[in-house]
């Protein structure tokens, strides 16, 4: 097990570190000068090199990523060029929209996805069956952003139920900004539960197929007993991987509902950061994005290595 989780954290380091090289070398070291980006194409040569001395882009390569990759694990991070404020401030204010509305739309893709496809399972090549199919085809073909657009024009401008749009904060109205993340994140969370539907049926059809199910079911329990005691907690493992994976896909939705919905989170801020050319802002929030993925995806592959031993036995 300890070599397991060695392995684990060593491939997750080298991994970021790989993808902070891979962002720097786009960002920075590839032909164009980012501080003549930034101040257009009407700024002097003195204003461009000022701003080259102030982003540190007048030092080697070398030194510039080795400076950055410490500042984003300690923290400091720099200044904003567009805000002219700490960009670790500027992220930790941005958190507080982006990882409720990602951990609502996780839970909620969870919970539709796993019931949905186990009720499928349970009653397969039924007529339930085959309208939660063709739902989830739906849901897989339907882009999340006009989903969201969708939900807007029904439940907010139709129905009043739900705000259409913007983020009045937690301090000053906790109940209505939790409202005003609902539609984002079921607009978020369709695509996923439609995935994870198909996925948990199809896992769970071959774990109902198998011996200790008929043993279960001679024993005695019912077919709705089997299910819960015994097959769904099986046929969840492969569920686990699918989920860390979409986490990745609901990160990417953000940063598109977030605007469709006009909330203050990162997906926002990263698309003003791009709008402004705010170098420093861009680097650190792409690499958040995508240790946060990475990050993510290494949980859950240890959680599947415990709870299948198997796979500590096979990889180590």
Same mark, same amino acid.
């Given at each position: 097990?300890?070599?397991?989780?060695?392995?684990?954290?060593?491939?997750?380091?080298?991994? +970021?570190?790989?993808?902070?090289?891979?962002?720097?070398?786009?960002?920075?070291?590839?032909?164009?000068?980012?501080?003549?980006?930034?101040?257009?194409?009407?700024?002097?040569?003195?204003?461009?090199?000022?701003?080259?001395?102030?982003?540190?882009?007048?030092?080697?390569?070398?030194?510039?990523?080795?400076?950055?990759?410490?500042?984003?694990?300690?923290?400091?991070?720099?200044?904003?060029?567009?805000?002219?404020?700490?960009?670790?401030?500027?992220?930790?204010?941005?958190?507080?929209?982006?990882?409720?509305?990602?951990?609502?739309?996780?839970?909620?893709?969870?919970?539709?996805?796993?019931?949905?496809?186990?009720?499928?399972?349970?009653?397969?090549?039924?007529?339930?069956?085959?309208?939660?199919?063709?739902?989830?085809?739906?849901?897989?073909? %339907?882009?999340?952003?006009?989903?969201? %657009?969708?939900?807007?024009?029904?439940?907010?401008?139709?129905?009043?139920?739900?705000?259409?749009?913007?983020?009045?904060?937690?301090?000053?109205?906790?109940?209505?900004?939790?409202?005003?993340?609902?539609?984002?994140?079921?607009?978020?969370?369709?695509?996923?539960?439609?995935?994870?539907?198909?996925?948990?049926?199809?896992?769970?059809?071959?774990?109902?197929?198998?011996?200790?199910?008929?043993?279960?079911?001679?024993?005695?329990?019912?077919?709705?007993?089997?299910?819960?005691?015994?097959?769904?907690?099986?046929?969840?493992?492969?569920?686990?991987?699918?989920?860390?994976?979409?986490?990745?896909?609901?990160?990417?939705?953000?940063?598109?509902?977030?605007?469709?919905?006009?909330?203050?989170? +990162?997906?926002?801020?990263?698309?003003?950061?791009?709008?402004?050319?705010?170098?420093?802002?861009?680097?650190?929030?792409?690499?958040?994005?995508?240790?946060?993925? %990475? %990050?993510?995806?290494?949980?859950?592959?240890?959680?599947?290595?415990?709870?299948?031993?198997?796979?500590?036995?096979?990889?180590?």
């Amino acid at each position: 097990m300890a070599l397991f989780l060695i392995k684990r954290l060593a491939g997750l380091v080298l991994t +970021l570190l790989v993808a902070a090289l891979v962002i720097f070398l786009v960002l920075e070291v590839l032909p164009g000068d980012p501080a003549a980006m930034m101040m257009g194409v009407s700024a002097t040569p003195e204003s461009v090199a000022a701003l080259r001395a102030e982003l540190g882009l007048d030092g080697p390569a070398a030194t510039r990523f080795l400076d950055w990759l410490a500042g984003f694990f300690t923290g400091n991070l720099g200044l904003s060029y567009t805000y002219r404020v700490a960009v670790g401030g500027l992220i930790a204010e941005r958190l507080a929209v982006t990882v409720p509305l990602s951990l609502l739309a996780l839970g909620l893709s969870l919970v539709l996805g796993v019931t949905l496809g186990t009720w499928a399972a349970a009653h397969a090549h039924r007529r339930s069956d085959l309208v939660i199919m063709g739902l989830t085809q739906l849901g897989l073909a %339907i882009p999340n952003f006009w989903f969201g %657009i969708l939900l807007v024009l029904v439940f907010a401008i139709g129905l009043g139920w739900f705000p259409a749009g913007g983020f009045p904060g937690w301090a000053a109205d906790p109940s209505l900004s939790a409202r005003a993340l609902l539609l984002p994140a079921f607009a978020l969370a369709m695509p996923q539960a439609a995935s994870l539907a198909r996925i948990t049926r199809s896992t769970m059809l071959e774990t109902l197929s198998e011996d200790y199910i008929r043993t279960a079911r001679a024993k005695g329990l019912s077919r709705g007993q089997t299910i819960r005691r015994h097959a769904l907690r099986n046929a969840l493992i492969p569920v686990l991987t699918i989920l860390g994976l979409q986490f990745s896909f609901l990160l990417a939705g953000t940063i598109v509902l977030e605007n469709v919905f006009a909330l203050p989170g +990162l997906g926002r801020l990263l698309i003003q950061a791009i709008g402004g050319h705010d170098l420093i802002l861009i680097k650190s929030l792409v690499l958040f994005y995508v240790a946060t993925a %990475i %990050i993510v995806n290494a949980i859950v592959d240890l959680a599947y290595g415990i709870a299948d031993p198997r796979l500590r036995v096979g990889r180590t």
